[in-house]
């Protein structure tokens, strides 16, 4: 690699003033700064009426549409439609109707690593989410409803980290083992935030802007260790949170606006990435 290759080589921003010892897994990350969306690398929920696992949680389903790519950044909208083609089925119970949300998943997956977002949250109450997930657990990277009408007991804070055990039964039902919630932001809807998060079979870390702001290991953890022998596919999507209080008509659109996803693999052995054809229900 010549000087100026390094130079302008990417590198985690929470490790900017250490060795970098990482490799960017391209396969797994983008910058979002073309005319369309990468589906290579992506799973665009309802493209051709096709889903990864669910359609989205209810009362709002995922549209294709909300998916787009605009001024190098991936936006994805949720938008009040009532007159939309929702889907006749139900998700726990509750019907699909009126709002419109987008999600994106990984066709890649890598077992461990280091993962990193630059991201703004919807400014309304629509639930902003980032995160990885296999078949026996589900972690929530960032789970943010950047203008709640209300607040679910009494709690005021974002939550940055949700961890979820899955029942491989149904691959939907999920049980919360774990909630850090994020302390002392700035309005994270007004700019981009750095949001990131390192994983192995040993420990779990949290970074903010560049700073560690939570970290646990497996010997710390009092319920199952979320990491197995089974790679994590990457999603990112915007939802409906009922517990939040649902958006009025007047306050969509809201865009969820990131700049990009980048993924790092500790060398070309470690951390490597397998690959999944998503067929979609």
Known sequence: MTIKEEEHKIIPFSKQKVANDWTLREQISD??????????????????????????????????????LSKQQLHISSTWRPDAQFSKEKYNGKVYENVTTGGIVSKYKIAGGY??????????????????????????????V??????????????????????????????????????????????????????????????????????????QFEVAWPISKESFEVWVNTSLAKEYGLPKENELPSHFAIEYIRVWGKDANENALSYEKLEGI
Do not use: M
């Not at 977002?117 to 902003?128: F, P």
């Not at 309005?187 to 560049?210: A, Q, R, V």
């Open 31 to 68: 910058e979002f700064n073309t005319n369309k969306i990468d589906t290579s690398k992506w799973f665009v929920q309802g493209h051709n009426n096709k889903y990864h696992l669910w359609k989205g949680d209810a009362p709002s389903q995922f549209f294709s549409e909300n998916i787009k």
């Open 115 to 144: 993962l990193e977002i630059k991201a703004k949250v919807a400014n309304s109450s629509i639930q902003s989410s980032f995160g990885i997930r296999n078949s026996l657990f589900e972690l929530h990277l960032f789970d943010i």
């Open 146 to 219: 950047g203008k709640p009408r209300r607040y679910q007991n009494k709690e005021r804070t974002p939550f940055l980290f949700s961890y979820y055990s899955i029942d491989t039964a149904t691959q939907l039902n999920r049980k919360k083992l774990l909630r850090v919630p994020l302390l002392n932001t700035a309005d994270l809807t007004s700019d981009f935030h750095i949001y990131g998060f390192e994983w192995d079979h040993h420990y779990l870390k949290l970074f903010l802007d560049g700073k560690e702001i939570y970290s646990i290991n497996n010997t």
